[in-house]
């Protein structure tokens, strides 16, 4: 009851706060008249008895204050302040401003980073318990991680007693058939658990059955959810419908849920049983399947590699001629969806650190000038009777308000930035992605954000308060308040601005390093001239495919009807096209050279014989292919410089003959020519050793055609498109892209493009950030020298000496940072050195060109502190003050 | 405002106002002056803790507060001591009193 009543009176103060405040005044006035009246009865004069009544009463201001607070809300003085703090931050509507953009940014870029890392490290594979997933393949010599041959798979799954479940996935491509034409679609051919073993149920109809993946069963397709809906409608009753892809007709099972995704194959729209297996894929030696299994509870990813190791061991001493150097490579499922994109992701976020860190050094030092600035208003609100804890209260209460707005406007930023940095990933790149889908704001970037807002707030109301050592408040109302105070504030500024700009150095060593290594990455020999080439991909139609005879027909007519178009210099079809991977190889033993049934891995391409000309590759030696070598004519190759290098040393290669590992007589093949080494791997790999076969003697039903244009290929596309329909309608047509654009496509590209840009954006961030605070240490430094400068000035100082003192600062300062900073971006350096090509770690050029920029950027900030100082005029300088 | 003048004992103002308004409705003035008057100008009330506290009784419903008319025809707030005032009055008083006894008798043991 006695809580109510005090409430409602609490409450009824509230309302009448202005009633409350007057009547107080009244009963205060009235007390000082009788004491006044006192005083006159004690026989002093009026104008004494005045003055003693009000010594004797105290600071009004600060008795209403002590009143109001004995019974008014704690919550309405948090309010005055509140009102107050907006009111100063409204008068210096630049200083807000500044404050607020930077914090907002420092803020939004890091949360938006972390919001991608959250969604790629922390949360990677959208499947039940997918911790438990793992990449199961084989390993070879050259390939750390190598597909599975499909004979191979059937014994790993069979003994091994690590895994629950053992699965197969191969990306393939299909013919569909739809009213504006053929259309080549991607598509996957898994094993029968695939879906059971990731966790994922179909959206309609079914899952496959087991033994559905046996020879012989049934053509049944899954859908992907995006497929259903562009090309089904979302039709409800779908399952059981048939879908004919590359001339077979499949049996519609199921829908794929609409948040399903594997990164591996990530565009797939038809999921199909791997239930017919090609001549290739029944060998032991054909390694073209992916594998992946779930882990056995309580089973590490170590204990499942030994077990898959023995019996990888147990399958090469029974099969010693094509599982020979066949080990197992197992690693968690993350891995192959993140292998190289969570080194740039943790570059990224220690970027974005780096950069808030910046920031908030930068509000900081803002703030430290503005408290600076209002030592004498605290020292007259103190002596006006505000007590220490309430000017502190006051002083909090506008960092509070600064960081909260600053965090708030750095949520719209991250939000900015997330959405923006989504779209700007490429669709194949996104679709190897899954957690792209997840990144945004969700509880965990809010969580990230609150404790960043949080940081950001504490540094904001501590480094005022700090400042404001109370003690000093009266020396700082006697004193002129410059001497001392200028002295501390000089120091720590400098250390601030100092900190600044070393972390500055750093994300502009770290920026100048990945801007010079996509550059020499962009700029890798790449052994052909890639300017003026068009490039399509192709599939042959459905009625010819696996048909000899009708595809070297083919093959000519696009290469005579392509070579005939206006624009078109010349034209080659290769089975795959440069800079892609170093794949589709062969095992190859050469005649007359010892051999001890190692597997000597080369890449295979077939090739037209205008093909390797149209590239411009350098013959070497030897003659390039003519029409001459088809299936009629001699086996013969031609080999790149790498594999004359590895098996030929100092030989002349002419005349020589390659084989399989058996030298089997139809494999025997002469090699007629050498040329240069065309990058058929990625930017970023090695050369590998390359063989090159006419596509008469070696056919493939999916290639790519390559046209060198004598104008401008990007326009000849379109032409080339429809030239190729008119050619056979039946023909796939796809992934039209000029030369240049394939390889700044390339994964490693984009990764490099993305890293680069985005650190360099936070390295030019941080500059600028680190000059304006070079540029507020210097020029406050000389406002509160003016005097001392008018006196050097009045006693025969040249101006040249005054520049070289102010500037001579900002380069001790600069000097100072440029050095923390060289020896810190050493360190980090070394951990960006996975994402570093062509340059090293520690590369001098760089850390010069870094001191240059700063150096130049310093003496930018503070030559015109410095021009100000000079052109003071002594006699000004000296009266003021 | 000298220093020769002992503070009150913490705690003591409220119970020093309750008891000065038991025997009239007072103003703020007049309750200084009576508590002053009353120990022989030893204890000097300030203004600065005075208000405060008469709020705080106020806010705790243990005085009642008018605006009346004094002799001098010059308007003030007077003060008048409530029921629950003067129960809680009785409460502070023998609270009082029993502390004193205690440090009184821990005076005489430490001079004997």
Excluded at chain 1, 60 to 79: D, K, Q, W
Excluded at chain 1, 466 to 488: C, K, M, P, V, Y
Excluded at chain 1, 501 to 524: E, I, P
Excluded at chain 1, 608 to 625: E, S, V
Aim: glycine share 8%; with cysteine.
């Amino acid at each position: 009851m006695a809580n109510l009543s005090r409430l409602v009176r609490r409450l009824a103060l509230l309302f009448h706060r202005e009633r409350f405040r007057g009547e107080l005044d009244e009963e205060m006035a009235f007390h000082r008249e009788q004491t006044e009246r006192e005083l006159i009865g004690d026989g002093m004069s009026a104008d004494r008895a005045r003055s003693e009544a009000m010594r004797r009463f105290g600071n009004p201001a600060s008795l209403r204050e002590r009143t109001h607070e004995a019974v008014g809300f704690r919550l309405e003085t948090v309010l005055q302040d509140l009102r107050f703090a907006l009111r100063l931050l409204r008068r210096s509507p630049g200083f807000t401003a500044l404050a607020i953009l930077i914090l907002a940014l420092g803020m939004g870029t890091c949360v938006a980073i972390f919001g991608f890392v959250d969604a790629a490290l922390l949360r990677p594979l959208p499947y039940p318990d997918a911790g438990r997933l793992v990449d199961v393949n084989e390993n070879a010599t050259l390939w750390p991680r190598s597909p599975l041959s499909y004979p191979d798979y059937l014994d790993w799954k069979r003994i091994n007693h690590s895994l629950s479940a053992l699965d197969l996935y191969n990306g393939t491509g299909y013919l569909l058939t739809t009213p504006s034409g053929t259309e080549p679609v991607p598509g996957v051919r898994v094993t029968d658990g695939f879906f059971r073993t990731l966790g994922v149920r179909p959206l309609l109809g079914r899952d496959f059955l087991p033994g559905e993946d046996r020879a012989g069963s049934g053509r049944v397709v899954m859908l992907s959810y995006g497929t259903w809906v562009k090309r089904f409608g979302s039709r409800s009753d779908i399952v059981g419908r048939v879908v004919t892809l590359s001339g077979d007709a499949y049996t519609i099972v199921g829908v794929l849920p609409r948040d399903f995704q594997f990164a591996p194959q990530g565009q797939a729209e038809f999921w199909a049983p791997l239930n017919t297996l090609t001549h290739c894929e029944q060998r032991r030696s054909c390694h073209s399947l992916w594998g992946f299994g779930r882990l056995r509870e309580g089973v590490t990813v170590q204990a499942a590699l030994a077990d898959l190791e023995s019996i990888a061991k147990q399958l090469e001493r029974q099969y010693p001629e094509s599982n020979r150097d066949q080990g197992a490579s197992v690693a968690p499922f993350s891995e192959i969806v993140l292998g190289n994109v969570r080194p740039v992701l943790v570059t990224l976020l220690c970027g974005a650190a780096l950069l808030l860190v910046i920031a908030c050094v930068n509000v900081a030092s803002l703030l430290l000038v503005r408290s600076e600035s209002r030592r004498r208003e605290v020292a007259v609100r103190g002596a006006l009777g505000a007590r220490p804890a309430r000017l502190v209260r006051q002083f909090l209460t506008e960092g509070l308000l600064l960081a909260a707005l600053g965090s708030g406007a750095g949520c719209l930023v991250a939000v900015w930035m997330m959405s923006l940095l989504t779209k700007v990933v490429p669709e194949d790149m996104a679709s190897g992605m899954p957690f792209l889908a997840s990144v945004g704001m969700n509880s965990h970037t809010g969580l990230f954000a609150a404790g960043v807002a949080l940081l950001a707030a504490a540094l904001m109301t501590v480094t005022p308060v700090l400042r404001l050592s109370f003690r000093q408040i009266r020396a700082g109302l006697s004193e002129d308040g410059r001497t001392a105070a200028g002295r501390i504030w000089n120091r720590m500024g400098a250390n601030l601005v100092v900190v600044e700009l070393a972390v500055a150095v750093v994300l502009l060593v770290g920026a100048g390093l990945l801007a010079q290594s996509f550059y020499r990455l962009l700029h890798v020999p790449v052994g052909f001239d890639p300017s003026h080439l068009a490039t399509v991909d192709l599939e042959a139609p459905a009625s010819i495919q696996m048909q000899d005879a009708k595809l070297s027909t083919l093959d000519r007519e696009i290469v005579r009807h392509i070579s005939a178009l206006p624009g078109v210099q010349s034209a080659g079809i290769a089975s795959m096209p440069p800079v892609v991977c170093n794949c589709n190889t062969d095992w190859i033993r050469i005649a007359g050279k010892p051999f001890h049934g190692e597997h000597n891995e080369v890449n295979h391409r077939n090739v037209t014989a205008g093909y390797l000309a149209t590239l411009r590759a350098p013959l070497l030696r030897g003659r390039m292919f003519t029409e001459a070598d088809d299936g009629h004519s001699p086996n013969v190759v031609i080999i790149n410089q790498a594999l004359v290098r590895k098996y030929f040393g100092n030989e002349n290669p002419i005349g020589q003959k390659i084989g399989d590992d058996d030298l089997s007589p139809n494999s025997m093949r002469e090699v007629v020519g050498v040329v240069g080494d065309v990058r058929e791997g990625a930017l970023d790999a090695d050369i590998w050793p390359t063989l090159y076969v006419p596509i008469q003697q070696s056919q493939d039903s999916d290639f790519t055609l390559v046209v060198r244009s004598s104008g401008d290929e990007a326009a000849l596309l379109p032409t080339l498109v429809s030239a190729l329909h008119r050619i056979d309608p039946g023909l796939g047509v796809y992934n039209e892209y000029t030369m240049s654009q394939r390889i700044e496509l390339t994964p490693t590209a984009l990764l490099h493009r993305f890293s680069t840009w985005l650190v360099v954006g936070f390295a030019a961030i941080a500059l600028v950030l680190g000059m304006v605070g070079l540029y507020g240490v210097i020029a406050y430094s000389v406002s509160s020298r003016t005097r001392e400068i008018g006196i050097r000035m009045a006693v025969g100082a040249q101006r040249s000496a005054i520049y070289r003192m102010v500037l001579s600062q900002a380069a001790r300062l600069t000097g100072l940072g440029a050095g923390i900073g060289i020896v810190c971006s050493a360190a980090s350096s070394l951990l960006i050195r996975d994402l570093l090509f062509g340059v090293k770690a520690l590369d001098a050029p760089t850390l010069a060109g870094v001191a240059i920029l700063l150096g130049a950027a310093a003496m930018a900030a503070s030559f015109y502190p410095a021009h100000r100082a000079a052109s003071l005029n002594p006699m000004n300088a000296l009266r003021e003050e | 405002m000298s220093k020769t003048q002992p503070d009150l004992l913490p705690g003591t103002l409220d119970m020093l106002i309750l008891k000065t308004l038991t025997r009239a409705p007072l103003h703020g003035y007049g309750i200084a002056q009576s508590i002053k008057r009353l120990s022989d100008e030893v204890l000097t009330v300030e203004e600065g803790s005075l208000y405060p506290a008469l709020q705080r009784l106020l806010l705790q419903g243990w005085v009642k507060a008018e605006w009346k008319m004094t002799d001098t025809r010059r308007r003030a707030r007077y003060y008048t001591l409530t029921a629950t005032g003067r129960k809680q009055l009785g409460l502070e008083l023998s609270q009082f009193e029993q502390m004193i006894e205690a440090i009184g008798r821990v005076l005489r043991d430490a001079e004997a």
